[in-house]
């Protein structure tokens, strides 16, 4: 049974992690990369000692183990964070999921129509589940000890509530896509965006706003600890999930916005367990997913797109997100170092295949789409676990020739 190998392979990447974790963030290397790698090497195409089909094929087991991991980070993300943070950047994140977001669609929908020969309704439904800033790639430039020291806390923060906020706001474009592309009306499109959209906002306040009453009555009587508090939240996280599962609603924006009232109302001592969450999420609960896509990556639908396939990651890598921010450079307030740096590091990854297999799911839509959407997550994980240390480097040496000065504001992730 390869659940087996799986497991053996992710305890042992496991050990690895821990035992090079020090300098891990210091190497062009990051876990979900390991992941994949070992998938790779494991999977049909090398040793086949994981003999799984493509995820063309078996979509319905990577749209609920992305749905789960997804659920995980983006309360890591919204607990990470007071209040005071999220209306200090309410106005860029306004112009980051209003106006970027559909932007980076758009531009996605042109290049895999023009560059991978999409169909227009299939460059569609490629281009809207592509857009949303992933939190688990994006977590390992966003947190951690180094990225405190090299990367402003400004930057830190808008990447994190974006990259937590658009995963759940997304679902209006990829709904929108479907229903250009399938059967489904625009006014039972409208309706349900609806109904996913409020209901999740609904569901998630409601929730998160109990959850946290219960943890300040358990911490009023000496019940909550630290590590309780710890494994609460990814219960928590959980829990919001499975609601939203069974009342068809946006599980990843309720699970947002909950883990948002959670925090507004709950203890306090619950922020100081998410440094703890975001490793465990970055550094473990990511393996067992990135390795089963490295065995499962498409290679034939790869190998059909010919020469189609290196410049169709080349063009989403440069121009689906980087020109978009630079031109957004005035309403987000950011300063030319900090433009480049946010636009490079808004990588594709577990929400998109969150996306393309909820799509697959919905239409059963054309190989080719599932095909490019992984070419293009597999080459953004690579791209972004190998350039995460050099980029904070040259953030640092830009931002100083620009006469910049992000260290006083270096450590306010809390203020």
Not at 66 to 91: D, F, G, I, K, N
Request: glycine share 10%; net charge neutral.
């Amino acid at each position: 049974m390869y659940v087996d190998v799986v497991l053996t392979v992710v305890g042992a990447l496991g050990v690895v992690v821990a035992a090079i974790s020090s300098a891990m963030r210091r190497l062009p290397l990051s876990e979900p990369l390991l992941g994949l790698l070992a998938g790779v090497l494991l999977g049909p195409q090398l040793l086949d000692v994981l003999p799984i089909a493509p995820v063309t094929v078996d979509h319905g087991l990577f749209h609920e183990l992305a749905r789960v991991l997804l659920a995980v980070s983006v309360m890591a993300v919204a607990l990470r964070y007071p209040t005071a943070a999220m209306r200090r950047h309410s106005r860029a994140l306004v112009v980051l999921l209003l106006v970027a977001m559909p932007v980076m669609a758009a531009v996605s929908m042109g290049l895999g129509w023009a560059v991978a020969g999409l169909p227009l309704a299939a460059a569609l439904l490629f281009g809207a589940a592509i857009c949303p800033t992933d939190p688990v790639l994006a977590s390992s430039v966003a947190t951690g000890k180094l990225a405190q020291r090299d990367v402003p806390a400004r930057d830190r923060q808008l990447l994190s509530l974006e990259s937590g906020a658009n995963d759940g706001l997304a679902l209006p474009l990829v709904l929108a896509a479907v229903a250009l592309a399938g059967p489904l009306g625009a006014a039972t499109a409208i309706a349900e965006v609806v109904w996913q959209v409020l209901g999740a906002l609904v569901i998630g306040v409601v929730l998160g706003v109990v959850a946290g009453k219960a943890l300040r009555l358990g911490d009023r009587h000496g019940a909550t600890a630290h590590g309780p508090v710890l494994l609460f939240t990814v219960i928590l996280a959980l829990g919001i999930l499975g609601v939203a599962g069974l009342l068809h609603i946006d599980g990843v924006l309720a699970v947002f916005v909950g883990g948002l009232a959670f925090n507004s109302v709950g203890t306090g001592s619950e922020r100081t367990s998410e440094v703890e969450i975001d490793e465990s999420v970055n550094r473990f609960a990511v393996l067992p997913l990135f390795v089963l896509l490295g065995a499962a990556l498409p290679w034939q639908q790869w190998s059909e797109l010919g020469w189609r396939a290196p410049v169709l990651v080349l063009t989403i890598l440069a121009l689906r997100r980087i020109p978009i921010v630079l031109l957004l450079r005035r309403p987000l307030r950011l300063p030319l170092p900090d433009a480049l740096y946010l636009g490079w590091f808004g990588p594709v990854g577990v929400s998109a295949l969150f996306y393309l297999t909820l799509e697959a799911q919905r239409l059963g839509v054309d190989d080719a789409v599932l095909g490019a959407g992984t070419l293009v997550l597999a080459a953004s994980t690579v791209a972004f676990g190998l350039s995460a240390a050099a980029g904070r480097r040259l953030y640092v040496l830009a931002d100083r020739r620009a006469g910049g000065s992000h260290s006083a504001d270096a450590h306010q992730d809390r203020g």
